[in-house]
């Protein structure tokens, strides 16, 4: 019985274990569509509202599986829709592959209704493999080649299907000296440990160092046990970089927390006093925020040698897998018999912590961001996971939220989209439907994409043996992280004509929509709508009224940013004398004994 290119796709979709592919459909890639269908849907399409959506959802999906995330979409508009999250997928170093489809081959070049050269389109990012598939035995070479990449490079890929081709009768490779042939679909395994020479040497510097500093990073995550091996032999404090926030609890003594605008004090006072700093798995890009650059001695671990040393000078660089390095390293490591360095950096952790829930609890109009998040962390369950949008609502997870052992947690990290936050909710529910999610967004983002991908949820959210999906709107009616750098960081007053949000109630749009709302505009009704939601058999939406002039003080201002923002104040920013009193307030709490 003949199969069609379509059909050979979607079956060796199986045999790489997708389980979930997140699309739009259209008629570039109908032979595609209906080869799902004859599929009996396996993998399991999901139908976003938007090829943007599908694309940062098949990214969630992949950060919270470590799985390979599929996305499909239809030739021209849909195929441009996806970038954006190809390029979150692109510059967090996660393993997408997208599925495109395209113009049928003869009318390539010819103007034809929806023809765009995607090679040209995704050539920068699906840079690590891209191709176009001409003719039926380049399958399963092209689509394997694309998996293969994407995992082990953690990269997206793209795989260009032109509309006839999809339809056209497979013909498998007949010989392997004219045409690619292709090993059978498999785990790819691999473990990379630097030479002998290179650990000693990387021994030597952190023995010789009192004030040791760990900056981790995403690439440690696998690494967990190892890290605290070296912690307590060490002594050193642990700072987390933002794509870092879950790889260790928050409830950990030593661990100051998350570093750079969005970060600690404990964490800068780590790096501004270390003498020695171990950077693993991390390519944190801010080096204002790291110990002056005649300061200390640094080793870097890191399994991407493009990404070695170019952040801060480190002596001696280690390529390799962060876990298997750091066994090898672990017996060069000398125990540190003076605790006074640690039981410093524990100190500093536990008052930051004090100020946090002091800065939380303060009064705002109507209520305090930092308690939102605040109140959520005495209530996760134990398997939560947590995603963030990009916004204010960044700093009160980065900063507010305690994350213990076997949560997760993450955010469009270095492209820092506005709009992910939702669609990593979904594909965190995909990648473990019997794990709670929770959504941090603000309500610009929710403006953006967020809304409509609530229909998603609610068509989704039976097939998830745990409901629960809980999306918090900070709802401030401002696009308040860019009104703060306005301030802060040109000196400019609020320009209300581009900041501000027109309202909605996003509660009364969710019950639309078949969800559970509860608004909230009393800070003392924050705690039982947590307890209420968490309790929830079916997916919640919280619209938290918040103030947009809680200030989102960085570890350490510095006086051009001081300067900038009394700039904007006394040149006429409309909430002036309300900037002023919460500022106060908030950072009062900092010399609160």
């Not at 091996?229 to 933002?242: E, F």
């Not at 619209?543 to 006429?572: F, N, S, W």
Request: charged fraction near 20%.
């Amino acid at each position: 019985m003949s199969t069609d290119v379509s059909d050979h796709v979607v079956g060796r979709l199986r045999e790489w274990g997708v389980d979930h592919v997140f699309g739009y459909p259209g008629d570039g890639i109908n032979g595609l569509i209906a080869a799902l269908g004859r599929a009996d849907n396996q993998p399991q399409f999901i139908q976003a509202r938007h090829e943007e959506t599908a694309a940062l959802t098949a990214v969630g999906y992949a950060k919270f599986s470590g799985r390979v995330g599929v996305c499909l979409a239809t030739s021209g508009p849909g195929a441009i829709h996806l970038l954006n999250g190809l390029y979150d997928a692109k510059l967090d170093h996660v393993p997408v592959v997208a599925l495109v489809g395209q113009t049928a081959r003869s009318a390539m070049g010819s103007s034809y209704q929806q023809e765009v050269d995607l090679q040209a389109l995704f050539k920068d990012v699906a840079s690590d493999y891209l191709v176009e598939v001409n003719v039926p035995s380049q399958l399963p070479n092209a689509l394997d080649r694309a998996f293969r990449t994407a995992a082990t490079r953690r990269a997206p890929t793209a795989l260009i299907i032109p509309s006839d081709l999809q339809e056209e009768t497979y013909e498998p490779p007949r010989h392997e000296f004219k045409q690619a042939p292709s090993s059978a679909p498999a785990a790819l395994p691999a473990t990379t440990v630097p030479p002998r020479a290179d650990l000693e040497r990387a021994a030597e510097i952190i023995n010789a160092g009192s004030r040791v500093a760990i900056l981790i990073g995403q690439g440690a995550r696998g690494a967990a046990a190892e890290v605290l091996q070296v912690a307590d032999l060490t002594g050193a404090g642990v700072a987390k970089a933002l794509l870092g926030k879950d790889v260790l609890p928050d409830d950990l003594p030593f661990v100051t927390g998350p570093i750079g605008l969005l970060g600690s004090r404990p964490s800068y006072e780590l790096m501004r006093d270390c003498d020695t700093l171990l950077i693993i798995g991390s390519n944190f890009p801010y080096t204002q925020f790291l110990p002056d650059l005649d300061q200390a001695r640094a080793v870097q671990i890191d399994l991407d040698g493009t990404m070695i040393g170019i952040r801060y000078p480190t002596e001696v660089n280690l390529i390799g897998d962060a876990k298997a390095t750091l066994r090898e390293l672990i017996p060069l490591l000398a125990p540190r018999r003076d605790l006074e360095w640690r039981e410093t950096v524990e100190h500093h952790v536990t008052r930051w912590w004090e100020t946090v829930e002091h800065q939380a609890m303060l009064d705002a109009e109507p209520v305090n961001p930092m308690r939102v998040v605040w109140e959520l962390s005495q209530r996760l369950p134990d398997n939560a996971v947590v995603t963030a949008d990009s916004g204010s609502s960044t700093n009160w997870y980065a900063r507010c939220l305690r994350l213990r052992a076997e949560m997760r947690g993450s955010l469009s990290g270095t492209l820092a989209t506005m709009g992910s936050g939702v669609p990593y909710a979904l594909g965190a529910k995909f990648a473990h439907p019997d794990r709670p999610v929770v959504a941090l967004v603000g309500d610009g983002a929710m403006q953006m994409n967020g809304l409509a991908e609530l229909l998603t949820i609610a068509r989704y959210h039976r097939a998830w043996t745990d409901p629960r999906l809980i999306v918090c709107v900070f709802h401030n009616n401002d696009l308040n992280q860019v009104t703060w750098e306005l301030r802060a960081m040109g000196g400019s007053p609020k320009f209300e004509q581009s900041q501000t949000l027109p309202d909605v109630s996003y509660a009364d749009l969710a019950r639309c929509m078949g969800f559970q709302a509860i608004p909230i505009d009393d800070p003392d009704a924050l705690a039982p709508a947590w307890d209420r939601a968490l309790a929830a058999d079916a997916p919640v939406l919280i619209d938290v009224h918040c103030d947009p002039e809680v200030p989102p003080i960085p570890p350490h201002a510095t006086y051009d940013q001081i300067k900038d923002m009394g700039l904007a104040l006394l040149r006429g920013d409309p909430q002036a004398w309300h900037v002023m009193v919460q500022g106060a307030k908030t950072k009062a709490q900092e010399f609160r004994p």
